[in-house]
């Protein structure tokens, strides 16, 4: 468990420019896990739209992993952020988990902090961004200021250009199948009572119709962290941006169609509307955000000279 | 071809690659470049027991891959990468392996 607070590193004179481009170097960079083979991005990958891909990714040294990655689209906006924490309400929380976490393991940094700081400040390039990000900490390397500047960079991956956002702000409309599957989406099939919202989610904690309490991968859900028996098989809404680039689906990636997951849901559409569901999904797709200079991983050219 | 082998790979700060691989790995993993030849085009499978990066280099420029996967339950294999390749020397670039040490497999998919 984290201490409150922990994570935060608060350094109002830093260059917030510099902690965003350090934060896309250390996003890209493997020496952030045990054995340098897992960066954030090998997960989070900017071609998934910040996903994988996998139903659950291994840990840094095989370990299974439990839960489908998220993609980091529009993160900033939520907390709080994982599929069965509520307690981790800030990215700079957040990053510790996969840093340093052991539920499951991931990159496996635990105990690692000065190894981390080490393999750092061996690269000019790092020691130069950590000072101008972090002034009064003297660009000070630690588990503070890692996922601070992580979390600088992760505020910055924002896609709100789909053809939806395009139709609802007055641009060309929705061909007509996704136009009759939003109605599906909002009216009967009752999917944005969850899936509300300009993000599509509503950051809440809810078992699905039908799911059982305790997955096959013996994931209990938000219980895991509160102990409350009601809270088996409870997990956070994802947001439905990019949704028909993210796949699999579900907290364990064990919905390997949008139509698998819909299915899940509990809820019973006839063929025609839910292919129209899916037109709508499709029509909230930003490919641009999979290929944006701005998050791939940098060159060996520093940012700073 | 055919036949695994155990390669030996550096630390991946002394790895010169050829194209900047897709996942190069952090200061502390491993990689390595080797030759392979192609017989006959046609479509082949980088098996290996760790989950390191593979690129097939053909004619200085990255082949996409065309399927992969795991291998069989307790075979060892840990990642298949499955690539269509022309006749020819090509080269096999790994990254971001772990540890220095990985069995690695190229053979012709039937």
Not at chain 1, 128 to 144: Q, T
Not at chain 1, 221 to 235: H, T
Not at chain 1, 266 to 285: K, M, Q, R
């Amino acid at each position: 468990m984290l201490a409150a607070g922990a994570g935060m590193a608060k350094d109002s004179g830093g260059s917030a420019e510099a902690q965003v481009a350090l934060g896309r170097r250390l996003f890209h960079d493997g020496d952030l896990s045990i054995n340098g083979t897992l960066s954030c991005a090998t997960c989070h990958d900017p071609r998934h739209s910040f996903a994988d891909g996998t139903r659950a990714h291994p840990g840094a040294h095989g370990e299974p992993g439990l839960r489908n990655v998220p993609s980091l689209v529009n993160v900033g906006a939520f907390s709080p952020l994982t599929w069965g924490n509520d307690a981790l309400t800030t990215l700079e929380l957040q990053a510790l988990v996969p840093i340093a976490g052991e539920d499951p393991v991931e990159m496996g940094m635990k105990g690692q902090e000065a190894e981390l700081a080490r393999r750092l400040s061996a690269n000019g390039c790092y020691r130069k961004l950590f000072k101008a990000a972090f002034p009064k900490a003297r660009g000070r390397i630690d588990f503070a200021t890692v996922s601070t500047a992580l979390a600088a960079f992760q505020r910055t991956i924002v896609s709100h250009e789909t053809a939806w956002d395009r139709a609802t702000s007055g641009g060309a409309p929705l061909p007509e199948a996704a136009v009759r599957g939003e109605a599906v989406f909002r009216g009967g099939a009752g999917c944005a009572s969850c899936h509300s919202g300009r993000e599509f989610t509503d950051l809440g904690f809810h078992r699905l119709a039908g799911e059982p309490a305790s997955a096959p991968n013996g994931d209990f859900g938000l219980a895991r962290v509160s102990g409350r028996s009601e809270d088996r098989g409870r997990f956070r809404t994802p947001s439905l941006r990019n949704v028909a680039l993210t796949g699999p689906y579900l907290h364990d990636g064990s919905a390997e169609t949008m139509a698998d997951a819909i299915v899940r849901h509990g809820i019973a559409l006839s063929p025609g509307d839910a292919a129209d569901v899916e037109a709508f999904l499709d029509a909230l797709t930003d490919t641009a955000v999979t290929t944006d200079t701005r998050y791939a991983r940098p060159g060996k050219t520093c940012e700073i000279s | 071809m055919g036949a695994a082998f155990d390669a030996t790979l550096a630390p991946t700060p002394k790895v010169d690659y050829v194209l900047e691989p897709g996942k190069p790995g952090g200061s502390v993993s491993f990689g390595g470049l080797f030759a392979f030849d192609v017989a006959k085009a046609g479509r082949y499978r980088i098996a290996q027991n760790g989950r390191s990066w593979v690129d097939v280099i053909v004619d200085g420029k990255a082949v996409a891959s065309a399927a992969h996967g795991h291998g069989p339950e307790c075979s060892g294999i840990t990642k298949m990468v499955e690539y269509d390749l022309p006749s020819g020397r090509h080269l096999l670039q790994i990254a971001a392996n772990g540890e220095a040490a990985l069995t690695v497999m190229v053979a012709p998919v039937r």
